[in-house]
Structures are given as structure tokens and as C-alpha cells.
Nanobody, 115 residues
Framework: QVQLVDSGGGSVQPGGSLRLSCAAS????????MRWYRQAPGKQRDWVAS???????NYADSVKGRFTISRDNAKNTVYLHMNSLKPEDTAVYYC?????????WGQGTQVTVSS
């Protein structure tokens, strides 16, 4: 079965950086679009960024120019590089892949941006 393992979260000050990782197994990774979502306390889970099988990328307006999504097909891993972090980026971040008709999620990794 599909397994996604999220890691790399932590606490940083505003303006800081973090790199999230998501290690995937149970899929032929290079053939799938990978996505990052986030969910702040009391809010819905929102899409953050996507990377296609051709390395094309898309971003939510709120993170455009600050976050970069990338993938390493040799390691079955997708990354989210986050720069210029703001308090409003505080959330649990989840990796996602749509496989055989269903969404699959990582367990999430907490990102807290606070002074």
C-alpha cells in the first residue's frame, strides 16, 4: 500500500527557513504528481504546492516566491523548501498523492513560525 512519511518541521522565527521532506513507498514515484497541503488550527486543509512528473510546479498565491517544491525520483522523495517564513505559515504540513482513485496522505509535520 501507499505510504508517505513527512519530516523536517520545527519551530523557527519569522524570516527563517525550513525544508520539509516526504518519502514515498508503494507507488512508482516518478509517474505521480506530488502535492503539499497545510492545515492551520481551526481551519480547513489547503493546497500549497504541486510538482508534476515533468517537474512542472504550481504554487498557492500565499507562498509563491517564498516556497519551492522539488523531487528526487531516485530517492522517491518530494521536498518543500520554505524561505521567508511568516507567522501565518504556521500549520501542520501534509504530503499528498492521488493513487488508484483515492487521496493518500502523510502523517503531517508541524511548522511553527513565532518570535
Amino acid at each position: 500500500q501507499v505510504q508517505l512519511v513527512d519530516s523536517g518541521g520545527g519551530s523557527v522565527q519569522p524570516g527563517g527557513s525550513l525544508r520539509l521532506s516526504c518519502a514515498a513507498s508503494g507507488i512508482d514515484f516518478k509517474f505521480y504528481t506530488m502535492r503539499w497541503y497545510r492545515q492551520a488550527p481551526g481551519k480547513q486543509r489547503d493546497w500549497v504546492a504541486s510538482i508534476g512528473t515533468d517537474d512542472s510546479t504550481n504554487y498557492a498565491d500565499s507562498v509563491k516566491g517564498r516556497f519551492t517544491i522539488s523531487r528526487d525520483n531516485a530517492k522517491n522523495t518530494v521536498y518543500l523548501h520554505m524561505n521567508s517564513l511568516k507567522p501565518e505559515d504556521t500549520a501542520v504540513y501534509y504530503c499528498n498523492v492521488f493513487h488508484q482513485g483515492r487521496n493518500n496522505w502523510g502523517q503531517g509535520t508541524q511548522v511553527t513560525v513565532s518570535s
